[in-house]
């Protein structure tokens, strides 16, 4: 296992992507996790599924979640394993979701948790090197995840959006600001987020910004990638990291 005062040395001619490590534990870094871009193949068309996350990838996206959970394992697997090489090309980071066997076996920097799914503590405990996130919809879930010991958690939905609806009303912004004033890990906005909306779920206490249809939906992926990555900047400026 990597620690503070190790690096990994790659094979000749092997790339390899730096992972920051502190006591052996991968932890999210205050320079992370600032416009989270979650998978939607739905929105996409199937032909340029590829080309499209390679678009978000070279247009600035540092944090890329695969969450397609009705996909087939025979094809879930495959599409990660294109992904790590991708996002290891452009410096990214991979985060799996729920599927913590594909997380591990191809190498991700990450597994993300639905709110009933595997308990974060042990996930951590067994495999250190994985930044674990956790969505969450209330304030009760939210602490529980960092007392779980996860490295983040998404919070929504913010402001009304259909992949959301499931979970009810929106939260709003005062339900965000309580979520983050009491937590100690990022807190990531998620649902409805434009890139105008940005300033304002940060001024209420978000780290970050996690996006689906905000970037999938829009037809110039590169365009809204730095529309969101210029208003977090932008509103982020200045500011002291939320957590540390």
Not at 32 to 43: A, K, M
Not at 175 to 189: G, M, S, T
């Amino acid at each position: 296992m990597t620690t503070a005062s190790q690096t990994e040395t790659p094979a000749s001619g092997e790339e390899t992507m730096p992972v920051r490590i502190s006591k052996g534990i991968a932890q999210a870094q205050p320079d992370w996790l600032n416009v989270y871009l979650i998978s939607d193949r739905t929105l996409l068309s199937e032909d340029r599924l590829l080309e499209c996350f390679e678009t978000a990838l070279k247009a600035g996206v540092r944090d890329l979640q695969l969450r397609e959970k009705d996909l087939p394992l025979d094809k879930l697997f495959p599409l990660a394993m294109e992904l790590r090489s991708m996002t290891k090309r452009y410096g990214a980071r991979l985060y799996i979701n729920d599927r913590l066997d594909v997380a591990l076996m191809v190498d991700a920097d990450g597994v993300h948790l639905p709110e009933g799914g595997l308990p974060a503590e042990e996930v951590k405990a067994r495999y250190p090197h994985l930044l674990v996130g956790v969505s969450t919809h209330s304030l009760d879930g939210a602490q529980r995840a960092e007392q779980n010991g996860a490295d983040f958690v998404t919070f929504s939905p913010i402001y009304d959006t259909p992949s959301k609806r499931q979970y009810g009303a929106p939260q709003g912004l005062d339900k965000l600001r309580q979520v983050a004033e009491n937590l100690k890990i990022p807190v990531l906005a998620l649902g409805g987020i434009q890139h105008d909306r940005v300033s304002e779920v940060l001024d209420a206490g978000a780290h970050g910004v996690a996006l689906i249809s905000g970037i999938w939906k829009r037809p110039d992926i590169s365009e809204a990638v730095t529309e969101f990555t210029r208003a977090h900047e932008k509103s982020a400026h200045g500011r002291e990291p939320p957590f540390k």
